[in-house]
């Protein structure tokens, strides 16, 4: 389109990057896969949320177990497999190049695997991880919008305070992050849909008038009534 594909400022450098993108992340067949997984979570595993609800509630050695094969799985799965390549030409095909490749059930396999071991391992949580999650929607949305420069406030960090300091950074600015864009996106695409709601509840009523007429309910009649109408010969 002639735009410029990741404005530094994000929707402050080109407006039109709030209703569009300019380049997009992952392939055709990635955003399939992506697709699958939220129909099948939709339409299969919505309905049996009674027994997702009990895979979070297992002791703690099961899900202390649960984290440890999920470290090492992703371990053996990045050991294996190819996380990125920084070598490719188009760096929006960087992540995970191989996924598609020859292997795929395999693939499809592990990433599931690895997303129930982390649902075992993770339960209920605590507060403030239950809070993170109440905010991922609006996390999402800020996240499109507007650029973190995460590598470049790890580098600082580590060489300000070394390892340490790169830890503290690496959690402690995405839970920032979320408790403040995250909230504040998510606070105003519900305002908004609430708003939408509200408008429609005025004018759908009123676009229904004058429409057809209600429909006329049969009236059965009382079995008592009809047996003494039919001895009256009626």
């Known amino acids: ?11 402050l450098d080109d407006p039109t990057f709030i209703l569009l993108e300019h380049s997009f992340w992952w392939s055709v067949g990635a955003k399939f896969y992506f697709a699958a997984c939220y129909l099948f979570a939709f339409h299969y595993m919505a309905p049996k949320a009674k027994l997702i609800a009990q895979a979070t509630k297992q002791s703690s050695v099961v899900r202390g177990l649960a984290f440890v094969g999920f470290i090492v799985l992703t371990a053996l799965w990045q050991k294996i497999s190819v996380p990125y390549d920084p070598m490719l030409k188009d760096e929006e095909l960087s992540d995970w190049p191989t996924f598609l490749g020859i292997f795929y059930p395999l693939q499809i396999a592990t990433d599931w695997a690895c997303m129930i071991l982390l649902v075992v391992s993770v339960g209920k949580g605590f507060y403030l991880i239950r809070v993170l999650g109440e905010s991922i929607l609006g996390t999402m949305i800020s996240h499109m919008y507007f650029a973190l420069p995460f590598g470049m406030v790890l580098g600082v960090a580590y060489n300000t305070g070394g390892t340490m300091a790169v830890l503290v950074a690496f959690f402690l600015i995405p839970v920032l992050w979320i408790l403040s864009f995250g909230v504040g996106f998510q606070y105003c695409a519900l305002k908004v849909v609430d708003v939408l709601t509200t408008a429609w509840g005025y004018v759908g009523p009123a676009s229904t008038k004058g429409g057809l007429p209600e429909p006329i309910e ?7 009534q009809a047996r003494l109408w039919r001895r009256s010969g009626r």
Do not use: F, I, K, T
């Open 1 to 11: 389109m002639g735009l410029q594909e990741s404005p530094a400022n994000g929707a």
């Open 218 to 224: 049969e009236v059965q009649p009382d079995p008592a």
